[in-house]
């Protein structure tokens, strides 16, 4: 299969890397890891251990094939200007695949093609830039990819078989929307907390007052998705928080690498837009708010 993976950041590699080995895959991404791509090979280390001899391309306008998929990885805040460049290869048999964080991704990606083309995707896989042109992959995950109407169809089989064949464990999801939202909620709760002090997210169950804030954050982030007629149990997302937590004790967030690389972070997509969404049924959202104004002051 043709597929292009627009977001060569630390998930979009992993993933091209792997799916390289049985595709032809081709990177889009910022220009030193590119660089370093096209002189070295991708090299990825920790829980997998590979080098890819893998395309990279710093522009869509440099890719000579129409993909058969397209997966894009970017940073919500450069979605919408992903998927406007990524038009012009975009043909009436190309899938978009959208394997990211937060939440209104579909709806920005939506703006500019039919939503008929687009699945959804997250995955629970960990890993972060060691330096240009290497990942360091630290915690296997689970994806799991569904249509956005809940449909079960050849194409998206086709594809869990697809990313199952090059390692990364996939699984058919009953309904995609709100598993997005359950990691949205998962991630307001665990990614502000590890940047505002710092941590791996380990530290969050091992310190009794942030595992306290944990619950807190978990709560009113729960109570906005109920309100927007999302009906999650605050017990069973916290269970699931708490579990990503354990899994994942030995990571950095994403949002926490933002920072430390002096990156803009996706605090507007998961915490804002639950502030967005809160503040339009008038109930209470001060603790995401406290952790919006927190994570942009650094």
Known sequence: ???????????????????????????????????????????????????????????????????????LTVKSY???TAIIQAKKIITKDTIVLSLQNGLGNIEKITKHICSEKVIAGITTHGAFFSKTGVIKHTGKGMTVLGELNSKKTKRLDNIIKLFNKAGIKTAESKNILIDVWSKAIINSSINPLTTIFQCKNGHLSENPILEK????????????????????????????????????????????????NRKKTEIDSINGKLIEIGKKYKISTLINEILVNSVKSL
């Open 213 to 260: 804030l944990l619950e807190m954050i978990c709560k009113e982030s729960v109570n906005i998705a109920n309100a927007d007629g999302i009906d999650f149990s605050y017990f069973d997302l916290l269970t699931k928080t708490r579990e990503v937590v354990k899994n994942t004790s030995d990571n950095y967030s994403s949002m926490l690498q933002s920072i430390l």
């Open 1 to 71: 299969m043709n597929i292009v993976i627009f977001g060569a950041g630390a998930i979009g590699s992993l993933f091209g890397a792997l799916l390289n080995e049985v595709n032809n895959v081709i990177l889009i991404g910022r220009k030193p890891h590119i660089t370093a791509i096209k002189k070295n090979g991708l090299k990825i280390e920790g829980k997998t251990n590979l080098k890819a001899k893998i395309k990279a391309e710093f522009s869509v306008d440099n890719i000579t094939f129409k993909p058969d998929l397209l997966i």
């Open 78 to 80: 450069d979605t919408e």
